[in-house]
């Protein structure tokens, strides 16, 4: 036989009629619990193994909330660029918006575009549909770097414990 330990623990009023009301002592539902919880050879079977397992994992050892994020584009109107909207298990838990307005600094967009060599610049306006507007370039940068900033985001949201 194993070895057991006994332990004193407080028994809830309504625990101890429950269990009078079928017949039973507090001490004859806990064992037959245990058993079952531990997978002990005095256990009652598969499906009362499987059930008690299930309760520990719901109500000792939760899952944590699902943690996910959707990023959806802003108009151009409101300052362009991204909202993150962060779930914890499909409800929104939190957020930001990032805009990506290249009209707010033009003395940046200008300085960004004149710092760049010319293959990146044809690369950023490329990007922009071709138009040959720097401040469009200027734009797609901008919101591609709203868009990473806002990813990370999200992505550090999932990662937190």
């Known amino acids: 036989m194993e070895a057991q330990q006994t332990i004193t623990l407080p028994i809830p009023a309504e625990f101890v009629a429950f269990c009078t009301g079928h017949s039973l002592t507090p001490a004859q539902v806990l064992a037959a619990f245990m058993a079952d919880l531990a997978e002990s050879s005095d256990s009652n079977g598969s499906d009362e193994r499987m059930h008690a397992s299930d309760w520990f994992d719901r109500v000792i ?96 949201w999932q990662d937190e414990v």
Not at 84 to 99: C, I, K, N, T
């Open 61 to 156: 050892w939760p899952e944590p909330p699902e943690r996910t994020f959707t990023i959806e584009s802003r108009s151009a109107a409101v300052g362009g660029g991204w909202k993150l909207r962060l779930l914890s298990d499909g409800e929104e838990a939190g957020g930001g918006v990032f805009p990506a307005d290249p009209n707010e600094d033009p003395e940046a967009g200008a300085e960004w575009w004149n710092d760049m060599p010319e293959e990146q610049r044809a690369e950023w306006m490329a990007k922009a549909g071709n138009t040959g507007r720097v401040v469009d370039a200027y734009g797609a940068f901008l919101t591609e770097e709203a868009r990473q900033d806002a990813e990370q985001q999200g992505f550090e």
